[in-house]
């Protein structure tokens, strides 16, 4: 199957979503407007895949969450990096340094 | 072999979130002039199947390892021995992989997570059985025999087989459960009797069937005749012996129209066969989980459900 490709695609949506979560608390529709605005509308996901990315980030423990009320008054799921979830994308963001550096002197040797 | 728990109340939540997901994104494209029909279908489109979403979401949420769930039992076992009213029943789902086909948001909708309407809820749980690679497979009737076998942490368990049959053109939803379905879930008749262990006796035997309230009322008018009639499944008659009370919809996503005792299975589906084959891999969902391999388990103590539903070990 094509499972080393889906962990990847996985792992990036994770540090995404670590990495927008450090502006604050956040819902799963936030997070997913924030990826349009970001990005420019370049990253193309489907909006559903970011749900089960928040549920591993809580597993793992990097981000908490809690119900709470929207701007628009109704009550939605709101999701907070944890502590360790900040040491955690510092880690993984170092982590994707060094892989694209790697492979930008693989790409551009010779 | 590993096994996974799985806790419902954690599935409410998840339903409320993707709804007010798809309520926003809706809003927003109705305020820019696409009509309420067009709006949910672009919604929808964009969010990507409710359904696999919903299944991702609640495997990435899982506790893994079946380490964590040996002592997890053990600790239990300890407790219920203290506390014997408390009793832990084992749900394993043997499937036949039939891929229900239905429109994700309509079957997400229908799932709404009432605490479950049968005796005890919370004391129910879930095994899901999961292959080498960490996707969700279906169980052999011995494996099933096995895990419950000599189990100390779970007093009953039952397994269940689905399938779809037609009648008239229309899809009939059924469910082929073990002798002690009923009787575990303390479920009641609203007319007739419900399935006894002497249904499920051996293959082939028992072909009697037990409607559910809905179904009575849909396909039946309540008609409280029904019990006796014969009804053709699969070119094979089946006696109505009851039908259950209003208000119990099985424990699935789908809500069954028919229970019948196991042991009916293979005269049902061309590609069954419950009692004593140990088939652990002819049959996978088609469903696949997200099949997240993590060993080690997250710093939340808590396992699945994040209500705050603690575990009921009466410890």
Known sequence: ????KTDLLQGTLDLIVLRLLRGGPANGWDITQSIQVVSKGALEINYGSVYPALRRLEAQGF???EWGTSDNNRRARYYELTAAGRKQLATER???ERFSAALGLILDAG | MRALVRRRAHDAELTDEIRYHLERDVERRIARGESSAEAWSSARRQFGNVTVVAEEARAAARVEAIEQLIQDTRYAARGFRRAPRFALTVILTIGL????????????????????????PRSLFEMQMHDKWGRERNASWNEYQALTRANPAFSESFASIWIIARRDGEPVMLQAVTGGFFRMLG?????????????????????????????????FGGDSSVVGKTLRLRDRSYEVVGVAREGFDGLGETPPDVWVPISMAAALDDRAAASGADDPNAEDRRKIGAGDDRRERGARPERVGNSGDGRSTGA
Request: without cysteine.
């Open chain 1, 1 to 4: 199957m094509g499972d080393a």
């Open chain 1, 63 to 65: 981000v908490k969450a």
């Open chain 1, 94 to 96: 170092e982590a994707w």
């Open chain 2, 97 to 120: 992989g039939l891929g229900l086909v239905t429109s994700a948001f309509t079957i997400f909708d229908a799932y709404v997570l009432r605490l479950l309407n049968v005796r005890d």
């Open chain 2, 187 to 219: 479920v009641s008749p609203a007319l007739g009797r419900l399935l006894e262990p002497g249904d499920a006796s051996a293959p082939g035997s028992g072909p009697v069937l037990v409607l559910s309230h809905r179904a009575w009322l849909a396909k």
